[in-house]
C-alpha cells in the first residue's frame, strides 16, 4: 500500500534517488498542503526528483515551521483545514523579510484569486488540477531565478524598507500607507538613492510622460511623500535641493 503521510503532523520526506554522499547540494523544500492525496502526490513526486520535502497538513505547523526554519522553496495551497487562508502563512514570510521563493497552489482559479496570490507575496500561482511536469517546471524557474538573483524583492535605505512583491512600505517596522503612485514615487528615489534627481527625470520615471516640469505636481507628490515617511522620525530622509531636485539618503 503506498505512503500517505497522516495528516495531523510534519513529515520530513528525504530524497530516495540520490546518494547523499554524491552532493553537498541539498534542496528543501516545505509542503503545506493538508488533502492527503495531493500530499502524498506532492511529496512523492519531489522526492523521487531529488528533492528533501517537509510535509505540514495544517496552517499552525506550517506557519511555525515556515517562519523558524530555512527553506530552499516553499509549496502552500491556499485553501487549508479550518478554513484557514495559506495566503496568511505566505505573507506572515514575507512580513519577516524572508525571499524564499513561493510557489502558491490552489483551486481558486479565477483572475482575482491569481492576482491577490501574487499580490500578497506569492512568487508564482498554480491552479489545480495540474500536471506535475508543470509544477516541476514552475520550481525550476523559481530556484534558477534565486539563484541567479533575479528576483529583486526588497529595497532599503536605512531603516525604510520597500516590498516590491507586496507593494508595502515600512519604516523603522511601522507601517506607511502608501497609495500606489506614491509607492511608484517611492521606489524610483530608492533605486536611485544619494543621487540628485531631477523633476524632469521623475515626470519621465515615475508618470511615463512628458510635460511642463513646472508644473506643482511633483511638488504636490514630495510633500505628501516626505509627510508619510519622515514625519516623527528624528532623521529626515527626503531632501530638497532648491532648484535642482530631490535626494533621498540618511544623511543628517
Known amino acids: 500500500m503506498p505512503f500517505e503521510p497522516p495528516l495531523s ?10 546518494d547523499p554522499t554524491a552532493s553537498t547540494a541539498v534542496t528543501r523544500v516545505l509542503v503545506i498542503e493538508d488533502q492527503a492525496d495531493s500530499a502524498h502526490f506532492l511529496c512523492r513526486g519531489l522526492r523521487e526528483h531529488g528533492y528533501t520535502v517537509s510535509l505540514c497538513t495544517d496552517s499552525v505547523s506550517g506557519r511555525d515551521l515556515a517562519l523558524n526554519e530555512t527553506w530552499d522553496l516553499m509549496i502552500i495551497d491556499r485553501m487549508l483545514e479550518g ?48 500536471a506535475f511536469t ?22 532599503k535605505v536605512a531603516d525604510l524598507r520597500l516590498d516590491l512583491v507586496s507593494r508595502r512600505a515600512q519604516r523603522a517596522g511601522q507601517a506607511i500607507q502608501l497609495q500606489p503612485r506614491e509607492f511608484r514615487l517611492l521606489e524610483y528615489l530608492v533605486r536611485h538613492q544619494g543621487q540628485l534627481v531631477t523633476r524632469t527625470m521623475l515626470l519621465e520615471g515615475v508618470w511615463d510622460y512628458h510635460f511642463d516640469p513646472r508644473t506643482n505636481v511633483i511638488d504636490v507628490q514630495i510633500s505628501r511623500l516626505r509627510t508619510k515617511i519622515d ?6 530622509l527626503l531632501h530638497t535641493v ?11
Open 231 to 236: 514625519k516623527g522620525f528624528a532623521v529626515p
Open 242 to 252: 532648491r532648484g535642482a531636485g530631490y535626494i533621498l539618503d540618511a544623511r543628517e
Open 134 to 155: 508543470e509544477l516541476l517546471a514552475r520550481i525550476e524557474a523559481l530556484l534558477r531565478r534565486q539563484q541567479h538573483g533575479t528576483t529583486l524583492r526588497e529595497l
Open 9 to 18: 503532523a510534519c513529515n520530513s520526506l528525504l530524497r530516495s534517488r540520490h
Open 83 to 130: 478554513d484557514a487562508d495559506g495566503l496568511d502563512v505566505v505573507q506572515a514570510v514575507r512580513a519577516i523579510g524572508r525571499t524564499t521563493p513561493l510557489l502558491i497552489l490552489s483551486a481558486l482559479a479565477s483572475l482575482d484569486e491569481r492576482v491577490r496570490g501574487l499580490r500578497g507575496g506569492g512568487d508564482d500561482y498554480l491552479t489545480k488540477p495540474f
